[in-house]
């Protein structure tokens, strides 16, 4: 979609608008605590805001899309690192972000597997780099919050050993709590919930120095679509799943709050959009190929709310192409709440109302650039 | 003469309260000191499982005492009339699939607290499945109840180790801590909204009239919270919570949904007692008092290594982190100046 589109719809959309004006008056009041304080320079927006480095190469996958080419994806690595800082050497493009005395943390994302993931070649890649630049397979974290998807992931064998691979929790059952930071958490009443409070993982806020954040392009049936800034956000607290309940959201605005809580927001330094596969609906889930396409592309940024204004265009274009309603559709005939079996058999059916305007949230937060005619992309065909 | 019979009716009136006031507090102190009973309707030949369990005092049938007392127990003895007019608790438990629950599904707990709340001089009963009794004989120890235990005999073990850990808790004879005032009208509906207030860790305190020490006083029939309002008691206890606020509530728990917390102090110390519903170990619990504390003391059953972790003060409240629960612990914590 483009923006001259978005606006006409949302002026044009009585819907729309009454949707609005009741957002503002329903919007969850946040209270984040966090002792840590703001880097001179965040990571997000990081040194280029707007900025979106897209490498495409159709040989990326094999015809059917089942199977990575490795050295294909290493060139498209090379090729996007280096566009994005202009330098003629890809060891120095990471340089630029990375020294031999970081801790880094790769967020990868392992909830749409089997099909879109975090390619195992891309993360290779990225560790690869990142030993190149002197790190030791010791201060590199491949992280996820749940250990059973990083499982069926698997990226054990793509990566060095001595290598850390962790994740918060064991599954998605909120029953342990110990590898979250009691002391930086975003806190808010949802549904009138309990739990009130979403807390950092431990790892980021004592651990890491830097993060690389290593999403895909999905659809959300939540946010819209789900990319660098819900992977990061929603990736790295917990109890964040109470955030939609009975069709309706509160993701408009918690995805941008929790990136923004430091010092997450100022050690994530780097995206990387794994946009090789992407699920088109459904998602963030990937069990079957019903609704992945093949985007093959990946894409460099510092600024993950520029990605993410073109993730939703990519997505809502697929959905189109398919006959799927909008992403921006917000009406509740769409609607199916706590009938996940219908909404993964019909893309017409929504089990909440979609909040794509997280990323202009975000935006608003300072988090990067959303104005798709501020937005310079640079495309590169392999 | 007028001046006289002021004086006389003042006399009269600070003694019936007074009498009040000491009938209360006997009947607390007598509470904090109760240990649940086990009640035991097997054969003589079953002494041997007691006392290896632990177990010293039982509840048993009047034609069954004498021999009871002989092999060396203390014995209540409790017909099977007696029982049946206590009343009849639920199961402890999670009704539902807490497993698959996320926040916004608030897990259904059966819990008993507003009983005991409601009828602090009641006399009550559980018949347990297996696995229930250590449960229940903690939450009925929290709130002081009397209450008598029929067990599974395959917890015998289990519940005598619950007992021997509530025994060697230090004593305290606490008054309720309370930020809710209610003025009960004995009426069912009243009765859910009370559960719900126990479930969801909204402290409250049963008063005759409304009270100006409570930010919230509830009646029901009111203006404010007509009958109709108590409809949907989830809704409503909601509503109580908002209405009190979040930030003035007395203890909050983070990290579970399925732990009720009872809370008493008199300004100088204060014992929280946790009980988890759940059935499985609580992991990394976050706990929030209004109110300075000192750092305190955690006795936690089944769990040596117990500790309060990240405590900090900040903002009029005290936090910790308990990094597993079982089923019940009770933190003391002493008053900052």
């Known amino acids: 979609m483009k923006r001259r589109t978005f606006v006409q719809l949302l002026a044009a959309t009585p819907l729309a608008s009454t949707v609005h004006a009741k957002e503002s008056e329903d919007a969850p009041k946040y209270k984040v605590v966090t002792p840590y304080k703001p880097a001179a320079a965040p990571g997000m927006p990081g040194p280029y805001p707007g900025k979106v480095v897209s490498v495409k190469s159709a040989k990326c996958l094999s015809d059917d899309g089942l199977k990575i080419n490795d050295e294909v994806v290493r060139e498209m690595m090379e090729r996007g690192m280096r566009a994005l800082t202009g330098d003629a050497k890809t060891i120095d493009s990471w340089r630029r972000f990375f020294t031999p005395e970081d801790v880094v943390g790769i967020k990868v994302n392992a909830g749409g597997r089997p099909w879109v993931v975090s390619s195992p070649p891309i993360v290779a890649e990225t560790v690869r780099n990142l030993m190149e630049v002197g790190l030791k397979p010791q201060q590199i974290y491949i992280y996820e919050r749940f250990q059973n998807q990083l499982d069926q992931v698997n990226y054990a064998p793509h990566v060095p050993e001595g290598m850390n691979i962790f994740a918060a929790e064991r599954q998605n059952r909120r029953v342990d709590n110990s590898n979250y930071d009691p002391n930086v958490y975003a806190e808010a009443d949802f549904f009138g919930e309990d739990d009130t409070r979403s807390n950092l993982i431990r790892l980021i806020s004592q651990k890491v120095t830097k993060i690389i954040n290593v999403p895909n392009m999905k659809d959300h049936g939540a946010t819209g679509v789900t990319g660098c800034l819900k992977n990061i956000a929603y990736g790295s ?84 192409r398919r006959g799927a309603v909008s992403i921006w559709n917000r009406d509740e005939q769409t609607l199916d709440f706590n009938n996940g079996k219908n909404r993964d058999e019909d893309p017409n059916t929504n089990i909440i109302i979609r909040e794509p305007r997280h990323v202009e949230y975000a935006a608003k937060l300072g988090l990067g650039v959303h104005d798709i005619g501020k937005i310079k992309v640079e495309e590169i065909e392999i | 003469m007028r001046s006289l019979a002021l004086i006389c009716v003042a006399a009269l009136i600070a003694l019936v309260a007074g009498a009040a006031f000491t009938a209360d507090a006997q009947r607390a102190a007598e509470a904090a000191q109760r240990l649940p009973l086990i009640y035991w309707a097997g054969e003589i030949e079953t002494a041997e499982g007691l006392k290896q369990a632990g177990i010293d005092q039982i509840a048993a049938p009047p034609d069954k005492a004498v021999e009871w007392r002989k092999a060396g127990f203390k014995v209540v003895a409790i017909s099977q009339a007696e029982l049946a007019r206590r009343e009849k608790l639920l199961v402890p438990r999670i009704a539902g699939r807490a497993n698959v629950a996320s926040a916004t599904r608030r897990p259904w707990i059966d819990s008993n607290g507003w009983r005991f709340v409601r009828s602090p001089s009641g006399k009550f009963y559980y018949e347990l499945p297996q696995g229930k009794a250590a449960l229940a004989a903690a939450e009925a120890f929290a709130y002081g109840a009397d209450a008598v235990l029929k067990i599974d005999p395959a917890d015998l073990e289990e519940a005598g180790k619950m007992l021997a850990f509530l025994r060697g808790l230090p004593r305290e004879n606490l008054p309720a801590i309370a930020d809710i005032a209610v003025i009960d009208d004995g009426s069912l509906a009243m009765g859910e909204v009370l559960n719900l207030l126990t479930r969801r860790n909204l402290l409250f305190k049963l008063v005759p009239s409304p009270s100006p020490k409570f930010r919230v006083n509830l009646k029901l029939g009111t203006k404010q919270y007509p009958k109709s309002a108590a409809a949907d008691p989830s809704e409503f206890a ?48 976050r706990v929030r008092l209004r109110g300075k504390y000192g750092q305190g003391v955690i006795k936690a059953f089944g769990i040596e290594s117990a500790a309060l972790e990240d405590f900090v003060t900040a903002d009029g409240a005290t936090e910790f982190s308990i990094s597993k629960l079982g089923i019940y612990a009770v933190v003391d914590l002493p008053a900052m100046k």
């Open chain 2, 238 to 285: 909601q509503k109580i919570r908002r209405q009190l606020g979040d930030e003035n509530r007395s203890v909050r728990v983070y990290g579970t949904e399925v732990v009720i917390c009872r809370l008493a102090g008199d300004g100088s110390r204060t014992r929280l007692h946790l009980l988890n519903y759940s059935g499985r170990e609580a992991d990394s619990l």
């Open chain 1, 237 to 320: 607290f917990s109890n964040v799943a109470r955030t939609h309940f009975k069709g309706v959201s509160h993701t408009l605005s918690f995805v941008g709050t929790l990136a923004s809580v430091e010092p997450l927001r100022s050690r994530t330094v780097l995206q990387i959009m794994d946009g090789l596969r992407g699920v088109w609906h459904a998602g963030p889930f990937a069990p079957t190929l019903k609704y992945v396409f093949f985007p093959r592309t990946i894409q460099f940024a510092t600024d993950p709310v520029a990605i993410d204004r073109l993730l939703l265009d990519i997505i809502d274009d697929e959905r189109k």
